[in-house]
């Protein structure tokens, strides 16, 4: 029940504490219930309009200061409905995450010590948690020794960094010269497999490689990159004068969760001098299971390499794992220090201002840190297992059904599959079924799906990830695939 703690409202004063507590008592009550099962009491996926939210609240920013019960009111009366709830159990769409307790518990206490970790002596906590849980983490993925890790908000900004680092060594004086205006440059290329996340050709067309600077490899019957192709495309390249710069190798892509081949990626970019950059955003977290860590072979070769503790590591987003075997190459490409940032240790310590574009930096380990402590090795292997039980599981039950089709491998905890009714052939009808089928289960709002587009036709995803998904869900998941299906074939 909301507890009046005074007639006004005295959160504009600087640490009402008062009413801090209060508020942050009720906050944390709401957000344990939510966490304890009061998700599940939402629709999944929001339905809201385009435009509702925007509609119910003001068009001007107060003008005085509201009453806290009045913000609380808004916040559960207009802001809510439109949320799509990432934490609810159900959530099975794109990668399904985790906002665990330990980690919200971090967040919070990051957002009240409110440090900027853009150098070392700006909070040396900051950047030393940084780096020690970031060496954790590499232990803990077998990683090599050598390689210096730091944290991201994303792992789409992982690999423009990472990309901009195999610019850099690949010396073509980009960081005194630019690209703009020279005719001394060949078009420089990048390559990943036609399964690689957009975030690749994204961060192609920002560093100035153009889409035309992005190849795509095409990939094999288990949507992994096929080698040869690579192969070929790095010689026809060179034949037709342009520069490889790097390869991309994906651990787990997004469509099917599938693994390239990085020991022969690594092989090919050994022999042309290219920097690997290995993606391992999603299933990277996987390999902290020793029997998973398979996925992870060949890494130890690449130049650069990421993996997200906030897509299955139970870590409130944001925050990606960015690693590289050459932190030297990334100041190269990044570090610039006016005055004003120097402090008497520069040189000294690691500023971590200096690997990336961004100065002002979050105190994200705080988050990681208390997550690992809290669930231990141990206790994040059982989640990161169990999901990977119930997807197997899943998958099984799939391919036991008549009118269903496995349309991918399914090494982890995300399975692809799609309707086939009877008489029913892969192409355009099907894949408007099979998107019918998925609205029809989104709007249940017990669970929320998302598909792709495999060689096959549009797939549907069932995405495990989140740390209160159990058989229950999963059940419930099926018996909507099933009632749609009947459903759709019978209208
Ligand atoms: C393989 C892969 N890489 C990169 C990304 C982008 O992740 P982020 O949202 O952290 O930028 C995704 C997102 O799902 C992904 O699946």
Not at 443 to 465: E, K
Request: net charge negative; charged share 25%.
């Amino acid at each position: 029940m909301w507890e009046d703690v005074g007639e006004e409202n005295k959160l504009s004063e600087p640490h009402n504490t008062k009413e801090f507590r209060a508020e942050a008592h009720r906050m944390v009550d709401w957000i344990a219930d939510y966490l304890e099962g009061g998700a599940r009491d939402f629709p999944v996926l929001s339905r809201s309009k385009p435009g509702d939210l925007s509609r119910a609240l003001p068009t001007e920013m107060p003008a005085e200061a509201e009453n806290p019960k009045q913000i609380w009111a808004d916040f559960e009366s207009m802001v809510l409905p439109a949320v799509t709830h990432w934490n609810h159990p159900g959530f099975m769409a794109y990668f399904g995450i985790t906002g665990s307790g330990p980690g919200i518990l971090g967040e919070m206490l990051s957002a009240a010590l409110n440090v900027n970790g853009m150098l070392w002596r700006t909070c040396p906590a900051a950047t030393e948690l940084e780096l020690v849980v970031l060496n954790w983490l590499r232990k803990g993925l077998e990683l090599p020794d050598d390689f210096f890790g730091f944290l991201c908000d994303t792992a789409s900004i992982s690999s423009l960094l990472a990309l901009a680092a195999a610019r850099e060594n690949a010396d073509i004086e980009v960081r005194e010269r630019g690209l703009a205006g020279r005719d001394d440059l060949p078009g420089l290329r990048v390559y990943a497999s036609d399964q690689a996340h957009s975030s690749i050709a994204k961060a192609c067309l920002t560093l100035g490689f153009g889409l035309d600077g992005f190849r795509a490899i095409p990939h094999d019957d288990d949507y992994r990159m096929d080698v040869a192709a690579l192969r070929q495309a790095i010689s026809e390249d060179r034949r037709a004068g342009f520069r490889p710069l790097a390869v991309i190798a994906t651990v787990g892509t997004t469509s099917t969760t599938s693994v390239d081949p990085v020991p022969e990626i690594a092989k090919v970019c050994a022999e042309e001098y290219l920097w690997l950059h290995v993606d391992a955003a999603y299933a990277g977290s996987a390999a902290l299971c020793p029997e998973q860590r398979w996925c992870l072979d060949g890494c130890e070769l690449a130049d650069s390499f990421v993996f997200n503790p906030h897509k299955w590591l139970f870590v409130p987003i944001d925050a990606s794992a960015l690693y590289t075997r050459h932190p030297e190459i990334f100041k190269r490409a990044f570090s610039l220090v006016p005055e004003y940032l120097t402090t008497p240790m520069t040189g000294e310590v690691v500023d971590l201002m200096d690997y990336g574009v961004q100065l002002g930096r979050r105190f994200r380990a705080l988050k990681v840190w208390w997550v690992l402590r809290s669930y231990g090795l141990s206790g994040l292997q059982m989640h990161l297992r169990r999901h990977i039980e119930l997807a197997q599981a899943f998958s099984d039950w799939v391919d036991e059904q008549p009118h269903l089709e496995r349309a991918a491998p399914a090494p982890f905890s995300v399975v692809c599959f799609r309707a086939k009714p009877p008489g029913m052939e892969h192409g355009e009808a099907l894949d408007g079924f099979n998107m019918r089928l998925m609205e029809e289960i989104n709007t249940s709002g017990d669970v929320y799906l998302s598909h792709t587009r495999l060689d096959d036709g549009i797939a549907l995803r069932v995405a495990i990830g989140n740390i209160g998904t159990d058989e229950a869900d999963l059940e419930r998941c099926r018996i909507l695939i099933l009632k749609g299906l009947q459903c759709l074939s019978n209208p």
